[in-house]
């Protein structure tokens, strides 16, 4: 999920008590396992996808819900919580407000007092308009852009499990999180499963910004995770923080294949802006195959980029979005990557609008036809991945199965990315399926390894 540039009121937290705690541990490096599952292992019916003899596609009508919720443990006693991961996002809320935002159900829940001293420290706002035992919260309000919703309620304060490996005992650190009494919309109050899936408890925010998981967790300078294929949602996706986040390399090879690029910034932001919080790369070029030629992206020279990095050339940033289904390619990437798939795969392009009565705003798609006589010949016969260039030589292949989706018949194909006239490449969580993916904060770097199967990764 991506926020509003302008966003309106976001309730900042920075919690003392964690640095604190973490100072009186030991030296050891703290590593921490979370499981991430895909929404449709929690669904009554599993991924809906369409197949042929060769190969299975997701189908990309149902795309738009497909999230990885991660399982945390928050309370005492300690109660399960399932957020949406979201790399893309800062704060932590729940929407279970009587299971874990009540003194009753944890003992050691306690709600942020509006008060002079926390309005300093913590940046509390505003107070929430409902009175509660002993007196009032600071409100909370999270908007998210991509969906113009909010979550509404106030904040709140508890304790969050983290599991251990090696027989170590679970540690217990302090976190804030929002908890939300409503969603809303524009127009009033709206269903919160327009916002999040209806097995989501609430989303975990994974940028950097200050309320995120990542800068709440002690000593935290890097983070990876390893996304399962969304078509075996059966299988459990880990994610590591801490020393335990370093990618696993089983041989030499693994070593030649780990790809690394640079996280950049965007140029040209306010200096109050939450976007320098999120994690961009810069996207340089693309190619069908290793062996096609690579478009190169436009550069600095032109206008085409409205999401331009602070990068030499000033190529596109891209996103990097664990908590949005889709890719997304700004304009100025998308119309040469068309160009690109026109040309290699000698195919007509054509559009197909989305249905009118769909109630979440759907994207048309981009598709790609061969001549019906073609059809003996099982097109297309090679099936290139399609790679993503990025600053400093890494290459991120995107499987064609992934990347497309069959359309009817085998002469037609449609790509599961959007054009995005909304000038913002995002790379979404089907494109980072089957990777290890590990963001070293400290470094400013993104490295990736693809790995055959998420779940067999020990660390
Ligand atoms: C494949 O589908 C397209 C559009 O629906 C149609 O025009 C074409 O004739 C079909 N090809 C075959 C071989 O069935
Ligand atoms: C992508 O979107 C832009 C802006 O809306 C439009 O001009 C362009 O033709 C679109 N490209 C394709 C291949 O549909």
Not at 10 to 39: C, D, K, N, Q, W
Not at 249 to 257: C, F, Y
Not at 262 to 288: C, D, F, M, N, T
Request: glycine letters at 8%.
């Amino acid at each position: 999920m991506h926020m509003a540039p302008l966003q309106a009121a976001l309730v900042t937290l920075l919690l003392a008590p964690v640095a604190a705690m973490a100072a009186g541990s030991s030296a050891a490096p703290s590593v921490y396992r979370f499981e991430l599952i895909h929404v449709d292992a929690l669904a009554a019916h599993g991924a809906e996808h369409n197949s042929n003899n060769d190969d299975t596609y997701l189908d990309t009508a149902t795309y738009s819900r497909r999230e990885y919720l991660m399982e945390l443990k928050m309370g005492t006693p300690p109660k399960p919580f399932k957020g949406v991961a979201d790399t893309g996002s800062d704060v932590i809320w729940t929407r279970r407000v009587e299971l874990q935002c009540e003194h009753g159900a944890s003992s050691s829940f306690a709600g942020m007092a509006c008060s002079s001293e926390n309005k300093q420290q913590y940046e509390c706002n505003e107070c929430d308009k409902q009175q509660q035992q002993g007196g009032r919260y600071c409100a909370f309000s999270k908007r998210y852009g991509s969906k113009k919703m909010r979550a509404e309620g106030f904040l709140a304060g508890d304790v969050l499990t983290l599991p251990r490996k090696g027989g170590l005992p679970d540690k217990e650190v302090p976190i804030s999180f929002g908890c939300a009494r409503r969603c809303r919309d524009d127009k009033g109050d709206a269903d919160c499963h327009r916002l999040i899936p209806k097995s989501a408890d609430g989303v975990v925010g994974l940028n950097r910004g200050p309320s995120s998981l990542v800068n709440q967790l002690p000593r935290v300078t890097k983070f990876s995770y390893c996304l399962n294929d969304p078509l075996k949602p059966e299988q459990s996706s880990p994610l590591w923080f801490g020393g335990g986040a370093d990618l696993e390399l089983r041989s030499d090879n693994d070593a030649v294949r780990v790809q690394t690029t640079p996280l950049v910034q965007l140029a040209k932001l306010e200096p109050e802006s939450l976007w320098k919080y999120k994690y961009y790369v810069e996207l340089e070029g693309i190619s069908v195959g290793e062996e096609s030629p690579v478009v190169e992206l436009p550069n600095k020279k032109g206008p085409e980029f409205n999401h331009k990095s602070l990068g030499g050339d000033n190529k596109g940033a891209m996103l990097l979005d664990s908590g949005c289904s889709y890719t997304h390619l700004e304009a100025a990437a998308f119309d040469p990557l068309t160009e690109l798939l026109r040309n290699q795969l000698t195919a007509q392009v054509f559009q197909i609008k989305p249905p009118p009565d769909t109630d979440e705003k759907q994207h048309s798609k981009t598709c790609f036809r061969r001549p019906s006589w073609w059809f003996f010949f099982s097109w297309p016969r090679q099936r290139p991945d399609l790679v993503l260039h990025l600053r400093g030589g890494a290459k991120m292949h995107l499987r064609w199965t992934t990347y497309m989706t069959q359309q009817g018949n085998r002469s037609e194909f449609c790509l599961n990315i959007v054009n995005n006239s909304k000038s913002i490449s995002i790379l979404g969580n089907i494109h980072q399926q089957n990777m290890h993916m590990l963001y070293d904060l400290r470094a400013e770097k993104l490295s990736f390894l693809p790995v055959p199967d998420c779940s067999k990764r020990e660390l």
